[in-house]
């Protein structure tokens, strides 16, 4: 069964840092590229970052861009976000989410349960 | 603002049909594969259709999916209770170099 477990969210002051963690399951990691989506409170979902299978690829959203790192650990079976400056705007749950396809325009046909980033003073 | 227009809630009785547009550009859904997500209540997202019109393993036929020129349209037949949700498209935007998402229709089963 594909599993994504996220964790690392929390509580942060505006311009602190916070990395994210999405531990992969039931899957060969590695062969797959992975993505991280957000949703703000109520809002809808709002793509943050994509990372081909062996990190050759990259791609931020403008909104995160400069500020946010996509990194991922294929022996470890991990991918990772971490996020520095953090920002009002950037509270949401984040998601970790597989690419069905193995190109940079694949949907997402497994999401992980999110964490909650809270960046408040 | 969302790149894809979808109504903000849609709603209809048990049993019947319903259908939720999203509406785009030929740099978005013109272009590309439509894909929906249906989200429960405090729940991650599940892939509902992807590719326009598949519907992953698991999924009942109850959900189709449809494209036509830039815009798409899910369809939910035999409406339950349990369908309450919010209902998401996405695709690649050629342009921007990014994926989009709707901004979500709410279903309400009365």
């Known amino acids: 069964e594909v599993q994504l477990v996220e964790s690392g969210g929390g509580l942060v002051k505006p311009g602190g840092s916070l990395r994210l963690s999405c531990a992969a399951s039931?899957?060969?990691?590695?062969?797959?590229?992975m993505n991280w989506v957000r949703q703000a409170p109520g809002k809808g979902l709002e793509w943050v970052s994509y990372?081909?299978?062996?990190?050759?690829?990259?791609y931020y959203a403008d909104s995160v861009k400069g500020r946010f790192t996509i990194s991922r650990d294929n022996a470890k079976n991990s991918l990772y976000l971490q996020m520095n400056s953090l920002r009002a705007e950037d509270t949401a749950v984040y998601y970790c989410?597989?690419?069905?396809?193995?190109?940079?325009?694949?949907?997402?046909?497994?999401w992980g349960q999110g964490t909650l980033v809270t960046v408040s003073s | 603002q969302s790149v894809l227009t979808q109504p903000p809630s849609v709603s209809a009785a048990p049993g019947q049909k319903v259908t939720i547009s999203c509406s785009g550009s030929?740099?978005?859904?013109?272009?590309?594969?439509v894909s929906w997500y249906q989200q429960l209540p405090g729940t991650a997202p599940k892939l509902l259709i992807y590719?326009?019109?598949k519907r992953p393993s698991g999924i009942p036929d109850r959900f189709s999916g449809s494209k036509s020129g830039t815009s798409a349209t899910l369809g939910i037949t035999g409406l339950q209770t349990g369908d309450e949700a919010d209902y998401y498209c996405?695709?690649?935007?050629?342009?921007?170099?990014?994926?989009?998402f709707g901004g979500g229709a709410k279903l309400t089963v009365l």
């Open positions: 989410a597989r690419a069905l396809y193995g190109s940079g325009t694949s949907c997402y046909d497994y």
């Open positions: 039931g899957f060969t990691f590695s062969n797959y590229n």
């Open positions: 990372i081909s299978s062996s990190s050759t690829y990259i």
């Open positions: 030929s740099s978005n859904i013109g272009n590309n594969y």
């Open positions: 590719d326009n019109n």
């Open positions: 996405g695709t690649w935007d050629s342009s921007l170099s990014l994926w989009v």
